[in-house]
Nanobody, 123 residues
Framework: VQLQASGGGSVQPGGSLRLSCAASGFTLDRYAIGWFRQAPGKEREGVSCISRSDGSTYYADSVKGRFTISRDNAKNTVSLQMNDLKPEDTAIYYC?????????????????WGQGTQVTVSS
């Protein structure tokens, strides 16, 4: 069971990036999936999550209206479209999965983690 995050990079403020979380060994649509980030010197925070059942979503207040999480079950991926990026979005972004429960559990307990992908927003 593996998760792999990709799509990070360096962009200027106002730019966009699309992160992708791919799975091997299991199908993502059976799990709540989330994106978390950790900036230097800061605690890890939940950025956005999508449930396994009804497609409900969660966004941190700091990214609402700018980030969109979605599933592509055919490709077994979960993506995070990030628009209007700001310097404070700079962090290592990780995807994670929760085997049980929904978004509320995922924000607290993560059963599987992917490796991080660096996002840098700077002029």
């Amino acid at each position: 069971v593996q998760l792999q995050a990709s799509g990070g990079g360096s962009v200027q403020p106002g730019g966009s990036l699309r992160l992708s979380c791919a799975a091997s060994g299991f199908t993502l649509d059976r799990y709540a999936i989330g994106w978390f980030r950790q900036a230097p010197g800061k605690e890890r925070e939940g950025v956005s999550c999508i449930s396994r059942s009804d497609g409900s979503t969660y966004y941190a207040d700091s990214v609402k209206g700018r980030f969109t999480i979605s599933r592509d079950n055919a490709k077994n991926t979960v993506s995070l479209q990030m628009n209007d990026l700001k310097p404070e979005d700079t962090a290592i972004y990780y995807c994670a999965a929760s085997v049980l429960g929904g978004i509320a559990r995922l924000l607290v307990v993560q059963d599987y983690w992917g490796q991080g992908t660096q996002v840098t927003v700077s002029s």
